[in-house]
Structures are given as C-alpha cells and as structure tokens.
C-alpha cells in the first residue's frame, strides 16, 4: 500500500483546510484509516481513525473540529479541519492497517503503512 497526502498549506487561525490521502497497491490492506500529526519538537499524536470502515474516532484536542471521511470508491480519505488555531500546525500523515484492534488504534507503531506527511501550518 502506498498512501501519498496532499491538501496542506498555511492558513490563519479560525480558517479550514481539507487534507486528503490517496491509497494505490494493495489498498484490500487498508480497512482501518487514520490521521496522526508531528508538531515541531513533539512526538507524533493521533489525531483520528476510521476503524475497520465503521466507527470513527477523534483525539480530544480536535473532536468537534475536524471530521474523517473516506471514499473507497475513490481510494481516498480525507480530513476536514475546521476552526483550526496555531496549536493545530503539525506535519500530517495518513496511516492504513488491516488487522487493527481497537485498543492499538491510537497507537502509531499499530500501523503497517503510512504516507509522506503533509505540512499544515496555522498563523495567529
């Protein structure tokens, strides 16, 4: 599976971006899809995860902000950002697994597959 994110970019505080990330390969291996991020100096955190193309899951820091969704027709999910603050300005990145249990999902080193990261920066 080859994940590749696209949508960053630099936006005001207050302001929406919607990052996307494309699958090809074996994307059969992609049944639980997330978002973690990478903030300048930090480790990389969860951010949000559709498990096994049923329920999705959001950290607390941007429940009620931002929203995933995923096409599979389109092999493609996405995450929709909204209200964005400075705290938000991370390097974003698409992550796919098949086998995933639900007490790993927030777990980076549970995924198998993971794009190139997509900066996104939020200016005050």
């Known amino acids: 599976v080859q994940l590749v994110e696209s949508g960053g970019g630099l936006v005001q505080a207050g302001g929406s971006l919607r990052l996307s990330c494309t699958a090809s390969?074996?994307?059969?291996?992609?049944?639980?899809m997330a978002w973690f991020r990478r903030a300048p100096g930090k480790e990389r955190e969860f951010v949000a995860a559709n498990f096994r193309s049923s329920r999705t899951y959001y950290a607390n820091s941007v429940e009620g902000r931002f929203t995933l969704s995923r096409d599979n027709a389109k092999r493609t999910v996405y995450l929709q950002m909204n209200s964005l603050n400075p705290e938000d300005t991370a390097v974003y990145y698409c992550?796919?697994?098949?086998?995933?249990?639900?007490?790993?999902?927030?777990?980076?080193?549970?995924?198998?597959?993971w794009g190139q990261g997509t900066q996104v920066t939020v200016s005050s």
């Open positions: 390969g074996r994307t059969d291996r992609m049944s639980t």
């Open positions: 992550a796919a697994d098949n086998g995933m249990i639900l007490s790993q999902l927030r777990v980076e080193t549970a995924y198998d597959y």
